[in-house]
């Protein structure tokens, strides 16, 4: 089956400092993989995807996300961190069995300090 | 465009109380889902909908049913709540080929007491 870790709970970053937040992936296939951000009291919000192609994938609000299929990893980045982009990050991916559904992580809660 | 909205925002059941959360979709998508999300856990898919008239199982469908009758809207039901069932409950749809892409509700938050 299907899976993605996130391996680490929360991720602290100074505003202004690139940050990281991990994804790595399990797939019998190839990996169809997903970055969402859930602000406070908010639903998910699409924020980028990888399906096939460059393996640096550009997304929405200034972030990036890295596909690495030797590592089975995709990190998503930013070069300059917001105090904004504080939420919780949910990695995905594309359950290729029956009906395609998505398979969340566990969420990383990114907090930016000012 | 309203995008997904839930109805209600916030509920208190005692255990062995029924009731109703309400999705509504206002972006005409075909699919349709339901998740509960749980600290540490992340999202879970309880039911999903490939078009009006249809449903089927995610993860963690114990406890819940749901139903489609019109397009727009995804109902999702507890029959006898159970503390486990404390949770908050996320409604999605999405459309088409890009069907990875889906537009999340804001959520309802449960406690089963």
């Known amino acids: 089956a299907q899976s993605v870790a996130q391996p680490e709970d929360q991720v602290n970053v100074a505003e202004g400092n690139p940050l990281t937040v991990k994804c790595t992936y399990s797939?019998?296939?190839?990996?169809?993989l997903f970055w969402y951000v859930q602000y406070p009291n908010r639903g998910l919000q699409f924020l980028l995807k990888?399906?096939?192609?460059?393996?640096l994938v550009k997304g929405s609000y200034g972030f990036e996300a890295e596909f690495n299929k030797s590592q089975t990893s995709f990190h998503l980045k930013k070069p300059s961190a917001l105090v904004s982009d504080s939420a919780l990050y949910f990695c995905?991916?594309?359950?290729?069995?029956?009906?395609?559904?998505?398979?969340f992580g566990t969420g990383t809660r990114l907090l930016v300090s000012p | 465009n309203a995008g997904v909205t839930q109805t209600p925002k916030f509920r208190v059941l005692k255990t062995g109380q029924s009731m109703t959360l309400l999705c509504a979709q206002d972006?005409?998508?075909?699919?349709m889902y339901w998740y509960r999300q749980d600290p540490g856990m992340g999202l879970r898919l309880i039911h999903y909908?490939?078009?009006?008239?249809?449903?089927a199982k995610g993860e963690v469908p114990d406890g819940y049913n749901v139903s489609r009758l019109k397009k727009q809207n995804f109902l999702l039901g507890l029959e006898s709540a159970a503390p486990s069932q404390t949770s908050v409950y996320f409604c999605?749809?999405?459309?088409?080929?890009?069907?990875?892409?889906?537009?999340f509700g804001p959520g309802t938050r449960l406690l089963v007491l």
């Open positions: 972006m005409n998508h075909e699919y």
């Open positions: 995905a991916v594309r359950d290729d069995t029956g009906f395609q559904k998505l398979v």
């Open positions: 797939v019998s296939g190839n990996p169809y």
């Open positions: 999605a749809s999405s459309s088409g080929v890009r069907r990875e892409t889906q537009y």
């Open positions: 909908s490939v078009g009006e008239g249809t449903t």
């Open positions: 990888y399906i096939t192609g460059d393996n």
